[in-house]
């Protein structure tokens, strides 16, 4: 396992992350608590470091997860997790979105309950949870996150975007106008933007970048293909059969470039991301002790050169070269 410096919060972090809404939502299949852990402590054998969550992911429980996980091992792992929905005072109905509260006042009360969770009296990153415009625009908002990092509770904060892919005028406002650490997007192979212009302003600004949905929801491990059908519960159901079918095309003209460097296509695109030294950490959707080990791999330090990196980039400005399909 390869590590990198977190932006300019100095703090060491593994290339891959473990993302655990895995273990605390059943979004992607349920996984007992026992499993959950047996995942946990695997992941940290391999070397990863970043465990990424959020107070939302089934009401505290991955926070609970990870206390259990790493009991007395505090100092050895990185805990960021994510606030502003409101868990407490609302119901978790499907996917839809819970009421958001990113005030001062919530921000108080949500870092409180984390920490019981977590069972810790700090945490390392603290972001905001798919911020609107007026979150990022309130000084006020920033001002405490700031007073916090400086009293130790948080050793640093940032922005989650989403739920879905987008969100540029909210990433570049808090990457130029605020003093995150780090900025988590979807970026991948087949959705490059606005991930794009995220990673030239986090240049500018010493700005970590954590990447979700590397694997664009499963089709980048085959995990996903045109004869999938989604559970209505799980969270890729979003994913429209037009976009899949021209991805799978997109993805087959990619293997050239997979099969020149000896790799498979979910190593490229595992290893185009890495390939760029803004980016701080991938967090992978892994489901099991198996796909934490297989992506845990990845992370040796051979990845693209600029100039490959750039091939790709190309070929996605040109669309993959896909002609238009029928889908009828």
């Known amino acids: 396992m390869k590590y990198r410096t977190l932006g300019k919060s100095g703090i060491k972090v593994s290339e891959i992350g ?17 499993e959950a852990i047996r995942m946990l402590k695997r992941a940290y054998d391999l070397g990863i470091n970043f465990y990424e969550t959020a107070d939302m992911y089934g009401k505290g429980r991955s926070e609970k997860l990870l206390a259990r996980a790493f009991k007395d091992m505090r100092n050895e792992v990185v805990y960021s997790t994510k606030w502003g929905y409101d868990i407490y005072d609302a119901q978790q109905v499907g996917h839809r979105e819970l009421p958001q509260k990113h005030n001062p006042d919530f921000l108080q009360f949500a870092l409180k309950q984390s920490l019981e969770r977590l069972e810790t009296d700090f945490v390392d990153v603290y ?62 192979l087949l959705e490059q933007d606005p991930g794009r212009d995220f990673i030239k302003a986090a240049a500018q600004k010493n700005v970590g970048i954590m990447v979700r949905v590397p694997d664009a929801s499963g089709l980048l491990t085959g995990k ?18 037009e976009f899949i079918l021209e991805a799978m095309q997109k993805i087959e003209n990619m293997k050239p470039v997979a099969n020149s460097k000896g790799w498979n296509i979910t190593e490229l695109a595992i290893k185009f991301i890495l390939s760029q030294p803004e980016i701080s950490v991938v967090l992978p959707t892994m489901v099991s002790i198996e796909e934490i080990e297989m992506f845990a791999a990845i992370s ?19 669309n993959f070269f896909v002609q238009p399909i029928a889908t009828s």
């Open 300 to 318: 040796d330090g051979n990845y693209l050169n600029r100039a490959e990196a750039k091939q790709v980039e190309e070929m996605y400005e040109k």
């Open 127 to 188: 972001s905001l949870h798919n911020p609107k415009m007026d979150a990022i625009k309130n000084d006020r908002l920033f001002e405490e996150l700031d007073s916090l990092v400086s009293k130790g509770v948080i050793k640093s904060h940032g922005a989650a975007l989403g739920p879905a892919i987008g969100w540029k005028d909210e990433g570049l406002l808090a990457i130029n106008s605020r003093n995150i650490t780090c900025l988590q997007t979807v970026y991948n």
């Open 18 to 34: 473990f993302g655990a809404w895995t273990i605390g939502l059943d979004w992607w299949g349920k996984i007992e608590d026992d």
């Open 224 to 241: 996903v293909n045109a004869e999938t059908n989604f559970d209505r519960n799980d969270h890729r159901s979003f994913r429209k059969r």
